[in-house]
């Protein structure tokens, strides 16, 4: 079993940035894949980005060159790293976990076995 706990969401203004962080606590995250998610008012889940156990990132175009995901393994964090933000990316956003495939970036919901509870975050214009 595995906590997942996001922080860091809150209200900035557009062209702003804010850096989220998911700490882990009951079990170490350095062997395996994590990913960002965001949900949005009236859609569906989507990925934002993710990093594998080694440190490889891959992201979502619309967030391409804005976000950046990073781990620290030694506090059992990943952070994502939002800079030039829009009032699109207004979300609550969601870390999860990959337990099963250790290997390569997860970027649908079925590959991620835990996840946080979110944290908002909204841009305004």
């Known amino acids: 079993q595995v906590q997942l706990v996001e922080s860091g969401g809150g209200l900035v203004q557009a062209g702003g940035s804010l850096r989220l962080s998911c700490a882990a606590s009951g079990r170490s995250l350095s062997s395996y894949p994590m990913g960002w998610f965001r949900q949005a008012p009236g859609k569906e889940r989507e990925f934002v980005a993710g990093?594998?156990?080694?440190?490889?990132?891959y992201y979502a175009d619309s967030v391409k060159g804005r976000f950046t995901a990073s781990r620290d393994n030694a506090k059992n964090t990943v952070y994502l790293q939002m800079n030039s933000l829009k009032p699109e990316d207004t979300a609550v956003y969601y870390c999860?976990?990959?337990?099963?495939?250790?290997?390569?970036?997860?970027?649908?919901?079925?590959?991620?076995?835990?996840w946080g509870q979110g944290t908002q975050v909204t841009v305004s214009s």
């Open positions: 990093i594998s156990w080694s440190g490889y990132t």
């Open positions: 999860a976990i990959n337990f099963r495939e250790r290997a390569g970036i997860g970027t649908t919901e079925a590959q991620y076995d835990y």
